[in-house]
């Protein structure tokens, strides 16, 4: 009896134990304390607590209610993403303020591809304070002009304060948020733009490197591994965040896709390179004709995402496949016996092992991040492949020039053997050559005379048939139907137009500027300096008028050559048009006729351009 009550209390404190473990709240979130001896800190684990919005519709009020408080769970992993594109994460975070500390503290956000961030910071009479970022917003809108996203915080009472972020992006984003002290932050942001720099002007010089070898050996292999370290450098600049601060700040939209632009002409760059270095038309024709079609599906792919579904663009693993493809070439002729491929396998290795640990970060293995050098790893396989790549090439330049010079020397050997066997026969066609030489350069000479007159004689015709063409609307009146033919469509006519208008160059009406771009109307010109755009019938007779174009210029043409005796009946016959609009125009031409009266005498043929311009 005994045994067996000691068993029923052993039994009975054991499924107490476990209610009581059941029924204890969860661990609190662990707060950060701001301290002058800690420079940086980054929120991981449960420091920072997450929360899906698959609907996207909570709010800061929301959230704060005790029923989502308790739906906020720590992070599992030392990176948390945004893994569902479709959803809004919330994050929280806890600081507690520290008077005593000298030193100003910031948030800094290292994923510079975040779409919209919303910060949510606590202030001291309570409340939230809304502050936004993102790269959707002009760069020029940030508080600090860095290439991340960076937001000052108060440091103010011995309070544990609650920041809360909301973050939705249409790619998958990190939450990697930093508390970092001013001062470290200006010495870091220092330190990595000198990195930036020396990595960003390597790029440029192989770049201009290869093309001076291109323009100079027009080999085409040079100019596609120019085209594809450029567009790993956009590509590196565009996730780095440097290229939408420097290139395109005021372009928000462009930057949501501009990787993707690098990502794609990176991969078809790298493919064309492939080919043409390894020579896979003759050394390997069916990897050759699978690499045609890969690049031919890389561009399909990337127009179906730009004009059909932007979010296909965060696929970026799907460019693990034109690497392998590359990869594989480069090994399989290598293996064939094909040595300038060794550094080329040797690029791709390295940029593989940089790709491959980007791509197990991306997935969650959280302890591959490591630290710059993981952060960076891709960069520095760039950088890596880049040299080892140089070396293919010139070793491809080694073994051609080895293989050329063996063939020389066996031709200029079996060249003297045969020179010697056939020296009289040579010297006795000598003098038969040298006559025939001299026909012929009398030939060429002939005919390089003939090429000249009858260039000159082409270029008389053109312009003569120019100049009677355009002539003929200003001697004879024609009927509309060959009128037509001369300016047949709206193109036409707003291309004679915008030439006769600004036939002595440009200049804007409001400020003078001379320079301009290209307005939203066609033919339209925008000053640079105000912006203010000037149609191409403006200070025109066309201008205002609703009738279709060609018709106006041949109302116009016909009014002037009859000298304003063509009547608004037989204008309307011949346009097909009501006669009170013809009327209403013609009054128009002629008021502008009797108006420039005394100009339209001075002009002669000239007259239609001096009617036509106010």
């Not at 047949?488 to 409001?510: I, V």
């Amino acid at each position: 009896m005994i045994q067996i009550d000691l068993k029923h209390c052993r039994e009975g404190f054991l499924f107490l134990f476990l209610i009581i473990l059941a029924c204890s709240p969860a661990a609190a979130q662990t707060p950060v304390v701001i301290r002058d001896d800690v420079n940086q800190h980054i929120f991981t684990y449960k420091e920072i607590e997450m929360l899906e919005d698959p609907s996207g519709s909570l709010g800061i009020d929301q959230i704060r209610r005790a029923d989502h408080e308790g739906r906020f769970k720590a992070s599992t992993a030392s990176t948390p993403q945004t893994l569902n594109l479709s959803s809004n994460y919330w994050f929280k975070i806890k600081i507690k303020s520290n008077p005593a500390a000298e030193k100003h503290y910031l948030l800094e956000f290292f994923d510079q591809t975040i779409d919209a961030i919303t910060v949510y910071m606590p202030e001291p009479a309570g409340g939230y304070r809304e502050t936004v970022l993102g790269d959707q917003y002009p760069f020029v809108e940030r508080r600090l002009k860095h290439k991340n996203f960076e937001i000052p915080i108060e440091n103010s009472g011995q309070e544990i304060n609650t920041y809360y972020i909301k973050i939705r992006s249409t790619q998958i984003a990190d939450a990697i948020v930093v508390l970092r002290s001013v001062d470290f932050f200006i010495a870091y942001a220092l330190n990595e733009y000198l990195f930036f720099g020396v990595f960003y002007g390597m790029i440029l010089v192989f770049s201009l490197y290869n093309l001076v070898l291109f323009i100079s050996m027009k080999q085409r292999e040079y100019l596609y591994y120019v085209l594809y370290i450029l567009s790993v450098g956009v590509y590196e600049m565009s996730t780095d965040g440097i290229a939408y601060q420097y290139l395109w700040p005021n372009h928000p939209e462009f930057n949501q896709i501009a990787y993707a632009v690098a990502l794609c002409s990176t991969s078809v760059f790298a493919l064309l390179f492939t080919r043409q270095l390894l020579h896979l038309n003759v050394k390997a024709p069916k990897i050759n004709r699978i690499i045609i079609a890969a690049v031919g599906l890389r561009l399909l792919f990337f127009l179906y995402c730009l004009l059909f579904d932007h979010a296909l663009f965060s696929f970026k693993f799907l460019e693990v496949v034109p690497l392998s493809l590359a990869f594989f070439a480069g090994i399989y002729v290598y293996l064939k016996g094909y040595q300038a491929a060794r550094f080329f396998v040797l690029g791709y290795s390295v940029l593989f092992i940089g790709f491959s640990l980007k791509f197990l970060i991306m997935l969650g293995y959280g302890w591959l991040n490591f630290g710059v050098v993981s952060y960076y790893s891709l960069s520095f396989s760039f950088v890596a492949e880049m040299v080892l790549f140089s070396f293919a090439i010139a070793d491809q330049l080694r073994l051609l020039k080895d293989k050329i010079n063996r063939e020389l020397e066996s031709k200029v050997a079996a060249r003297t053997q045969e020179v010697s066997h056939k020296s009289l026969i040579i010297e006795a066609k000598n003098a038969e050559l040298e006559e025939m030489n001299t026909l012929l350069k009398k030939q060429a000479e002939d005919i390089s005379r003939m090429n000249v007159l009858l260039e000159m004689d082409n270029q008389a015709l053109n312009t003569n048939v120019e100049k009677v063409t355009r002539a003929r609307v200003m001697s004879a009146e024609m009927d509309f139907e060959e009128f037509s033919r001369i300016y047949p469509d709206k193109e036409t006519c707003y291309q004679f137009l915008a030439d006769l208008k600004w036939k002595n160059g440009y200049a804007c009406r409001k400020c003078k500027q001379t320079q301009f771009y290209t307005g939203h109307a066609p033919y339209s010109r925008r000053c640079s300096k105000c912006g203010y755009e000037e149609s191409v019938t403006s200070y025109s007779i066309f201008h205002n008028t609703r009738i279709p174009i060609n018709k106006a210029f041949y109302m116009v043409y016909l009014i002037y050559t009859t000298k304003g005796k063509t009547s608004s009946h037989k204008i309307s016959e011949v346009l097909n048009m009501r006669q009170s609009t013809c009327w209403t125009y013609s009054s128009r031409v002629k008021t502008a006729m009797e108006e420039k009266k005394t100009i339209l005498k001075r002009s002669g043929k000239q007259g239609w351009s001096q009617l036509i311009l106010d």
